[in-house]
């Protein structure tokens, strides 16, 4: 990572490319995906601060602190992502809370190591996650009656990242999100997920957070019928479908042994999936 001395921002090198999940992709838009992209660099700044592995905590949350200024108008110039979301959220006339928010998610995770239980975990994607899906829906104009699924498939989506990537989490950066309440019921540990394989009581941990997520996609599945814009529709109808099957996947698969993670495969059937949301 590298940083300038105009700016405080880091890059991890990773792109929307990286991504699980199409962010921004030709479905949306061209006039909307402009502004879901610089919503997109914001938020990728941001979280690449908040998982430096060398800066300590204070440094993070200075970091980020200095986004949001510059976010707000406050300051002029340290974050160029931050500029360039100022500015879309002029032309398109969305409030700046969703990004707002998400840093509050950022600096949390500077400063914050584990979780106690579920709705502490829940907390903390009313911050990191649903921010998202909320700032889409206000660029696309829709309905606050949309923001409940859509608050439950990005949730979702977090916590199935968070099981994707629980080893490295630990291991770079001493972070673990999988609940404390979990793991002392099922006789697991916060160090078993350094292990080669997942244990047995581990396994348990990951299959209940996965239940969570069942709900919580459940409840997200009903975001596309929610959507007026066209586009948007098929997009979210090819999200909600990209997230049930990764979750299928984690059911099988062992994320300690090797990434779980989704195939060109799962993204040809839920584009198909998503056509019938076309009307």
């Given at each position: 990572?590298?940083t300038?001395?105009?700016?405080?921002e880091?890059?991890?090198?990773k792109d929307?490319?990286?991504?699980?999940f199409?962010v921004g992709?030709?479905?949306?838009?061209?006039?909307?995906?402009?502004?879901?992209?610089?919503?997109y660099?914001f938020?990728?700044?941001?979280?690449?601060i908040?998982?430096?592995a060398?800066l300590?905590?204070a440094?993070?949350?200075?970091?980020?602190?200095v986004?949001?200024e510059?976010?707000l108008g406050?300051?002029?110039?340290?974050?160029?992502?931050a500029t360039?979301l100022r500015?879309?959220?002029e032309?398109?006339?969305?409030?700046?809370?969703?990004s707002?928010?998400?840093l509050t998610?950022?600096?949390?995770d500077a400063?914050?190591l584990?979780?106690?239980?579920?709705?502490d975990l829940?907390?903390?994607?009313?911050?990191?996650?649903?921010p998202?899906?909320?700032?889409?829906?206000?660029?696309?104009?829709?309905?606050?009656?949309s923001?409940?699924?859509?608050?439950?498939?990005?949730?979702a989506?977090?916590?199935?990242n968070?099981?994707?990537?629980?080893?490295?989490?630990?291991?770079?950066?001493?972070?673990?999100?999988?609940?404390a309440?979990?793991?002392?019921?099922?006789?697991?540990?916060?160090?078993?997920?350094?292990?080669?394989?997942?244990?047995?009581?581990?396994?348990?941990v990951?299959d209940a957070?996965?239940?969570?997520?069942?709900?919580l996609?459940?409840?997200?599945?009903?975001?596309?019928?929610?959507i007026q814009?066209?586009?948007?529709?098929?997009?979210?109808g090819?999200?909600?479908?990209?997230s049930?099957?990764?979750?299928?996947?984690?059911?099988?698969?062992?994320?300690l042994?090797a990434?779980?993670?989704?195939?060109?495969?799962?993204?040809?059937w839920a584009?198909?999936?998503?056509?019938?949301?076309?009307?």
């Open positions: 990572m590298t300038t001395a105009d700016s405080v880091l890059w991890s090198g929307r490319g990286d991504e699980n199409p992709s030709l479905l949306i838009a061209p006039h909307v995906r402009k502004h879901v992209h610089a919503f660099a938020a990728r700044n941001a979280d690449d908040a998982d430096s060398t300590p905590a440094a993070k949350v200075a970091r980020l602190d986004m949001e510059v976010l406050r300051r002029q110039s340290g974050s160029p992502s360039r500015a879309s959220l032309e398109s006339g969305v409030t700046a809370q969703h707002c928010d998400l998610a950022f600096r949390r400063t914050q584990r979780y106690r239980d579920w709705d829940l907390d903390y994607c009313r911050y990191s996650a649903m998202v899906g909320r700032h889409v829906l206000d660029l696309h104009g829709e309905l606050l009656e923001w409940p699924a859509s608050d439950a498939l990005c949730a989506l977090q916590v199935e968070h099981l994707q990537d629980c080893a490295r989490d630990l291991v770079t950066l001493d972070r673990c999100y999988l609940p309440d979990l793991l002392a019921a099922h006789g697991a540990r916060v160090e078993d997920v350094t292990a080669p394989a997942t244990s047995a009581g581990l396994r348990r990951f957070l996965l239940d969570h997520c069942d709900a996609n459940r409840t997200g599945a009903g975001l596309p019928r929610l814009n066209q586009r948007l529709r098929l997009e979210t090819v999200i909600t479908a990209l049930r099957r990764l979750a299928r996947r984690l059911r099988r698969g062992d994320p042994a990434r779980v993670k989704l195939r060109k495969s799962d993204a040809v584009i198909l999936g998503a056509l019938r949301f076309l009307r």
